[in-house]
C-alpha cells in the first residue's frame, strides 16, 4: 500500500513565556501567526513548513514533536502498525486543539505525530 504524501510539516516547541516567544517570532523574525490555539501559537517559516511553540508552565520541557499533517491519520497509523512501528498513542480526537491524531516514535527516539486539523481557521490561515 502506498500511503498518500504528507501535506505539510510542523515541529512544535516549548516555552514557559508563550507571549514573549511569539512577540520575538512575530516581530523580530516577522513570522506570520497562521494559527492561534490558546496555549499554541503555529507560525509559517516557507510553504509548508511550520513552528509552533506550546506553553508548558511549572514542568520542564522534554523535546520535540515533529508534526506531519496528512488527511488520512488512520491510514498512515495501520501503515505504521503494518511495518512494526509501534504507536504511542493510537489516533484520536483531541478537542482541546481541534486536531486528530497518533503519536510513535522514530528510531533515535525523537516524538513523531502524524495529525489532521479538525479546525477550520487552518485552512483559512494559510
Same mark, same amino acid.
Given at each position: 500500500?502506498? /500511503?498518500?504524501?504528507?501535506?505539510? /510539516? &510542523? +515541529?512544535?516547541?516549548?516555552?514557559?513565556?508563550?507571549? *514573549? +516567544?511569539?512577540?520575538? #517570532?512575530?516581530? @523580530?523574525?516577522?513570522?506570520?501567526? @497562521?494559527?492561534? /490555539?490558546?496555549?499554541?501559537? &503555529?507560525? !509559517?517559516?516557507?510553504?509548508?513548513? #511550520?513552528?509552533?511553540?506550546?506553553?508548558?508552565?511549572? +514542568?520542564?520541557?522534554?523535546? @520535540?514533536?515533529?508534526? =506531519? @499533517?496528512?488527511?488520512?491519520?488512520?491510514? %498512515?497509523?495501520?501503515?505504521?502498525?503494518? !511495518?512494526?512501528?509501534?504507536?504511542?498513542?493510537?489516533?484520536?480526537?483531541?478537542?482541546?486543539?481541534? &486536531? #486528530?491524531?497518533? =503519536?510513535? *516514535?522514530?528510531?533515535?527516539?525523537?516524538?513523531?505525530? &502524524? /495529525? *489532521?486539523?479538525?479546525?477550520?481557521? %487552518?485552512?483559512?490561515?494559510?
Amino acid at each position: 500500500m502506498t /500511503q498518500t504524501p504528507f501535506k505539510e /510539516q &510542523i +515541529t512544535f516547541l516549548y516555552t514557559a513565556d508563550l507571549a *514573549r +516567544t511569539s512577540h520575538f #517570532y512575530e516581530t @523580530v523574525l516577522e513570522l506570520p501567526l @497562521v494559527l492561534d /490555539q490558546g496555549s499554541c501559537h &503555529i507560525y !509559517r517559516v516557507s510553504g509548508g513548513a #511550520y513552528l509552533g511553540f506550546c506553553e508548558r508552565t511549572g +514542568t520542564k520541557p522534554e523535546g @520535540v514533536i515533529i508534526t =506531519f @499533517v496528512a488527511d488520512d491519520v488512520d491510514g %498512515w497509523a495501520k501503515h505504521l502498525r503494518n !511495518r512494526e512501528v509501534t504507536l504511542e498513542k493510537d489516533p484520536a480526537y483531541n478537542p482541546a486543539y481541534g &486536531i #486528530y491524531h497518533c =503519536f510513535f *516514535r522514530d528510531p533515535n527516539g525523537y516524538l513523531l505525530e &502524524i /495529525q *489532521r486539523f479538525e479546525n477550520p481557521a %487552518w485552512g483559512h490561515s494559510r
